[in-house]
């Protein structure tokens, strides 16, 4: 028997992590199985993963947006800061698969109900509203769905296959929308009231202002946190091959 003591060295200095047991092994062409294992690991990311360094997913911190006023009936610079999401964990899986030969990914999610808060600073006008105030906003969100499309591809590290998502669309399609900008018009119930109002009303409008941010948001975390556990496990330690 020969040993090669290069061989041992490479065994010592790169250890074979074994994989978080938040991630359940599947099949790769078992979707049913990887919709139940990418469910049951978000909904184990609450506190995030320190050994991935995954950061916590509730809540999620999310990162400061700011939109400039456009012209029409919703002409508002919005600045949001400090924003939060919670209850993310919560999402149902509704499909999730992977075609490694094209190397894409498709993720659908249903999400029940998400609470956001954040600061805001809003200036402008909205319909017959003028309006420059700061203060807390917050929101929930039911029944919405989340769609991704994600490609990625190949490489090979330490004589194994990773994958890296290069590339993700994300989309909200939301469903009910309830936001609450509280004390716009300092003291002034009854302008709060009607700007809450107005807001809810014509909620479609207000948040498609907002969405591509947001969605670049997502979709950039999403990414970078599916890119910590592909980079870190081969398509064979985090799949079974057939
Ligand atoms: C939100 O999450 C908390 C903590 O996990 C949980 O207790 C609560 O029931 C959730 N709320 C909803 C509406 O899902
Ligand atoms: C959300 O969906 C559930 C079941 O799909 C339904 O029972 C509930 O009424 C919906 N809630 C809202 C606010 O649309
Ligand atoms: C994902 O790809 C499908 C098929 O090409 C397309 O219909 C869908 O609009 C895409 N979704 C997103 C969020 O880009």
Redesign the pocket.
Known sequence: MHFSPVAFYLTIIVPCLALPNIFKRCKIDDDKCLKSSVEYAISNLGNGLEELKIGPLDPLVLPAIEVQAIPGPISLYQKYSNGMYRNFTQLKVVQFKVDLDKCQM?LEAFLPTIFFSGDYSIKGRLFLLEIDSDGTVTGTSTNSTL???MTCVKYQQNNNQHIKVTDL???FVWGEILIHFGDVFKGNDKLNEEFDKSVNENIAAFLEILKEDEMEILGALIKDYANKVFSTYSVSEIFEMS
């Open positions: 498709y769609f991704a499309n669309q994300a989309n």
